[in-house]
Nanobody, 121 residues
């Protein structure tokens, strides 16, 4: 059973930066997709960025040019560098993974508990 643990959330002002981390423990398959999602109060969860084991990356249009997804060298840590943050980025951020190639933010079975990001104007 995989376990995911996010960290790095916090409160920043508009234009600030945060770096989220997600450590995945347990067995991981060579073929996998790892992603970041977010959910703001009263809104549906949305995909932010994902990266698969071949290095293919997808970003939501709302974060392109501001957020960067990456993996650690060992492959079991996922990062999300968030720059030029806006109030609309305020949400609970979750990391997720599954044993498949990425499919436009679909069908993740393993999730972390989330880390809160709050951006004030």
């Amino acid at each position: 059973q995989l376990q995911l643990a996010e960290s790095g959330g916090g409160s920043v002002q508009t234009g600030g930066s945060l770096r989220l981390s997600c450590v995945v423990s347990g067995y991981t398959y060579s073929k996998h997709c790892m992603g970041w999602f977010r959910q703001a109060p009263g809104k549906e969860r949305e995909g932010v960025a994902e990266i698969d084991s071949d290095g293919a990356i997808t970003y939501a249009d709302s974060v392109k040019g501001r957020f960067t997804i990456s993996k650690g060298n060992a492959g079991n840590t996922l990062y999300l560098q968030m720059n030029n943050l806006k109030p609309e980025d305020t949400a609970m951020y979750y990391c997720a993974t599954d044993h498949k190639y990425c499919e436009n933010f679909a069908d993740f079975r393993y999730w972390g508990q989330g880390t809160q990001v709050t951006v004030s104007s």
